[in-house]
């Protein structure tokens, strides 16, 4: 009967021993993995610790937050000297002709048009400002009028500055054809130029549909790399500048062949006129289209790794778009201010404005009263702009 009792003890040892026994397996298992594991990472380290590890094979970052300091205040500041004296220049040009009913030829329709053009661009500016310096806030539909406006305005003027070339080219070089067309060159002036602003809205049309708001900014492109982007570049580089430029060269060097063949005082002025035309139009066109180019064909292979590279082409970018930009306040000086009977106009209306004296007005307009009767003819007016 011991022998029985004691059954149910002698089993529980057995299963007590044999569960110490599983419990003993298992801690060897865990102390053996753990084992394996440090040595690995040990391994690991002392493979890093060899610098066989090239991390030139992984994209860095590129750090544009100095970019975006300068942006913050060189844009908004060159964006309010530009606005204040496009304003001011284009309305007074705008405001001469309509008080003095001075649309009698194609070249005072042609700087009419001019002036509004630059003048829509001119008000646009404060929006540039506001886009440069903080986050988009004013949503998408003012994002999608600015760039528009930009462009419609930009292609018009682009636009107008060659015709006004190519009127020239025809008033002086070819005076005796041109003399037949006189009596209609102000209507053709008139359909030329709503012709130009047809052909500019339409070449504006893929800003009216891809500006877009990307990481808070109002932009008129999604992304850095779209192929879009490269057909949209390059077209304006063909069409706003490329062409302009060619016929601009074309005509003015015409005009000046002309001109040397003439004889007078007006001559010597009349090219120093036009060359201060193309001066101008090099100085404010050419270093933003040469970057754009640039702009181009990185975009084209997919954008670049060199962040250097990219960080220079940005400030290339924002300073030259700012020289592009000055020529709405710089076209009123070169094509209509320069001109002795525009002069003269503005200079009256300023008097009738109050701001100007009498006696201020007269010592000004004496020069010209005393000038050759030439000077007060319509040839000046194709000569000095």
């Not at 054809?177 to 008139?190: D, E, G, I, N, T």
Request: with cysteine.
């Amino acid at each position: 009967m011991t022998g029985v009792s004691d059954l149910p003890n002698l089993l529980s040892a057995v299963l007590i021993l044999l569960m110490s026994f599983k419990y003993s397996m298992s801690q060897h298992e865990f102390k053996k993995s753990i084992s394996n594991v440090t040595d690995y990472d040990f391994s690991v380290m002392n493979y890093l610790d060899n610098s066989s590890v090239d991390y030139g094979e992984y994209p860095e970052l590129c750090v544009k937050e100095s970019n975006r300091l300068f942006r913050s205040w060189f844009m908004p500041t060159f964006y309010s000297i530009i606005c204040f004296l496009g304003l001011a220049g284009n309305l007074l040009v705008i405001l001469t002709f309509f008080y003095f009913k001075r649309l009698k030829t194609m070249t005072d329709v042609y700087l009419l048009n001019l002036s509004f053009a630059d003048l829509l661009f001119a008000v646009s500016l404060p929006f540039w400002a506001a886009n440069s310096m903080s986050e988009w806030v004013l949503g998408l539909v003012v994002c999608k009028a600015m760039h528009t406006i930009y462009k419609v305005s930009f292609y018009s003027s682009m636009f107008i500055l060659a015709f006004i070339s190519v009127e020239r080219y025809f008033v002086i070089a070819k005076a005796v054809s041109a003399h037949r067309y006189r009596s209609q060159a102000v209507f053709l002036s008139k359909v030329s130029s709503v012709a130009i602003w047809v052909m500019a809205l339409i070449f504006s049309i893929p800003e009216m549909n891809y500006s877009t708001i990307n990481n808070n900014t109002c932009t008129p492109y999604s992304s850095t790399s779209d192929m879009l982007r490269v057909k949209i570049q390059a077209s304006q580089i063909v069409l706003a500048f490329a062409l302009p430029l060619l016929v601009m060269s074309i005509c003015y060097s015409s005009i000046v062949q002309t001109l040397c063949q003439a004889r007078g005082f007006e001559r010597n002025k009349a090219i120093k006129v036009i060359l201060a035309v193309v001066a101008v139009f090099l100085f404010c066109q050419l270093p933003y289209n040469l970057v754009l180019i640039l702009n181009t064909v990185v975009t084209a292979k997919g954008g670049t790794i060199d962040c250097n590279y990219e960080n220079n082409l940005l400030y290339a970018t924002d300073v030259t778009q700012c020289i592009a930009f000055l020529r709405c306040c710089l076209n009123p000086f070169v094509y209509a201010f320069i001109g002795v009977k525009f002069r003269h106009d503005l200079l009256k209306l300023l008097k009738d404005l109050g701001c100007m004296s009498h006696a201020w007005f007269i010592k000004y307009t004496r020069g010209r009263r005393r000038s050759s009767g030439a000077t007060d003819t319509e040839t000046t007016t194709t000569f000095s702009p």
